[in-house]
């Protein structure tokens, strides 16, 4: 569905009647591929700070915090994990499994080679994964393991367009236009709002302080680019090469995303990843059309769609959960025209619109940064 700009539920006052849905719609099909994918949000923001509530699982696996030797009998896990006596371990690329038998602050007493299994050197930083908890017969409830929720929230950002023409331009016909000088300036400086949101959704940032603006600070949306951190692959060597798509993929899959399903990209990566399948094509001698494009990227970890965004930094390849954003808003904000009091012989008016990205879970999405551009 194309973005209209305005929340499904919201309630439109006439002060969008002279702005339609349908200019809108084409707007947004020809010029803002990321709002169309994620289309119209189902409730607009409500205040300048939205909020939304993010949950997770309890971690099943973690990075050994120091070595672990054949013969050592403690394990020690961070902070963040919680270990109980009866859970049995197992180490990437490891056939030993582990018993912890007791815990005491961040340290598991296990006993190694459970099972019948041989023991092995556990290195500094190897995942150890989790299997289960092997519970006592009759025995007590163990420790409750609900983890607290966490309050994430985002800022809205004004987009605003100023229209000017003067009393003549507003009057005579103008060759080329099918419509009044005003009205046509009007769709391009609309057009040019919704080209900037996608820009900065893609690519903008929150202030360094004051965060819910002032009188001297703007709000401003902290983009998609922004906002990835924890899923960041900086590309090395030569061009492009398909294990380092499948790659992130798979890093993605282990952080838990399995519904990533846009890959947003520049001309110059777009064509980088079109070329990877050159070598292995072949053409008859009456083909007559050269087709050298890669719309869906079918990895071992999920099918994304391969989306051409002009305002993707050239350096980088963004993956992206569309299910996990939204842009909302400000109740009564979409964009729309507000005609402003003139002191001359001109009309006057402005194209107003406040927005605020809700990204979701940012574990979920991913970047390679550092590739080749030209």
Known sequence: MAFTGRATYDDFDSIYDDV??????MIARDETPLLDIIGDADYPALSTKHEWIEDTLNPNRFAS???ALIGDDTIDFPSNVILLVGDLLRAESSNERMLVTAVNGAEATVTRGYGG????DIADGQIINILGNAAL?????GMSLERART???AYSQIFTKTVKVSGTAASVKIYGTPQDEYNYQLQLRLREALRDLENTLVNGVGPAGTPQGSDTVRRTIHGIDAQIVANVAQHTG???DESELNAMMKQLWDAGSKNVDVMLVNGIQKRAISSLIMDGRGYYADDSVLKNMVGVYESDFGIVRVVLCRWVAEDQILFLDSNRMKVLPVKGRAFHHKPLAGTGDYLLGQVVGEYVLEFRNENAHGKITGLPTS
Do not use: H, V
């Not at 339609?20 to 719609?25: G, Q």
């Not at 017969?137 to 409830?141: I, N, W």
């Open 137 to 141: 017969e009759g025995g007590e409830a």
């Open 65 to 67: 915090q120091s070595q």
């Open 20 to 25: 339609t849905p349908d200019l809108i719609a």
């Open 151 to 153: 309050r994430c929230s």
């Open 238 to 240: 030569n061009g492009l």
């Open 117 to 120: 299994t041989t023991q092995e």
